[in-house]
């Protein structure tokens, strides 16, 4: 019997040291480190919403469901972690007192909730009552002081989303963000790379450290830091192959910036892509999809470069460096409809850990 009673209570010791590792690789730690039950959490609560998204209709009405899912889960976590806190601090009352395992658990609640319905015993037993609450506020301290920190890194990603709408349209689309750069006389577009290689690294670092991040959804259901995010790397990319213009370096830069922030997000979820990939792998925009966009910004008066097969060449070489990783984060996020991401996401194949994640 006293053999049992270690086994509890390096049981339950075990429990609680989970729980807290879990809730400081979920919000304390400054990287991007996987969780396995903060994943478990948000697997199970993404197969939920993704049962509710087959008796949705419309776009509109997935992503309204979808705007739960990140904020819910990250409610449901705390419990999650208090609820083993107060399993594992059970096993450690009746490995070390003489409780019934209802009474240990009782006596366990009554510690994690503050409330003190139960009584200890003896003071290695009130010691570990003082631990247990403790140890209870603190994972709510956590949850409660890290939500301002993502809200105001969701702010500052969103502020940059919805700007792009008054350059690229919406849906946004690079074609349309050259075009009226052209039409409105503005060629100078340093700043505006310098801006989003600003923006890429900064969300690489939130939205690994806080991979919930990646799941809040913009106020407008056309917008989407995803496809937002590839309609700047196509318009570099456009603007270095195809545009006749100087080499401007910040476009290379911001293009880096771009695949290198979409890469890192992307193997945080489990989805390995080809961080070697050469001009001659392909891609999921085919060479018609190029010449129409070629001939679109032609009419639009874009000065463009005439040897159209060096373009396309060109153009391949930057794309390929980001083209899988856009795609399956726009199938992770379910992304609205944007040409050349969203649009076709379904060509990106799934494997068995992220597939929960994937579009229903």
Known sequence: MLLVKILSVILGIVIVCAA????LRTFVVPRGIFDTITGVVFRLSRLLFNFRLR????YVAKDHIMAYFAPSTLVVLPMVWLSLVTIGFAFIYWGTGEHTPFEAFKLSGSA??????ATSNGVLETSIVFIEAAIGLILVAILISYLPTMYTAWSEREMAVTKLDVRAGSPPSAIELISRAY????????PFWLEWEDWFTTVEETHTSLAALTFYRSTVPEYNWVIAAGTVLDSAALFNSVVDKPHDPREDLCIRAGYLTLRRIVRFFGVEVNEFPT???PISISREEFD???????????????DRDLAWRNFKGWRVNYDASLLAMCNIVMAPYAPWSSDRAHLHRQDSRTSIFFRN
């Open 20 to 23: 807290i590792m879990s809730a």
């Open 55 to 58: 008796f949705a209709k419309s």
């Open 112 to 117: 994690i909730t503050t409330l003190g319905f």
């Open 183 to 190: 039409r409105i006389g503005l060629h100078e577009m340093t």
């Open 279 to 281: 001009v001659d792998d």
């Open 292 to 306: 129409q966009a070629y001939d679109e910004l032609a009419a639009a008066g874009v000065p463009l470069k005439t």
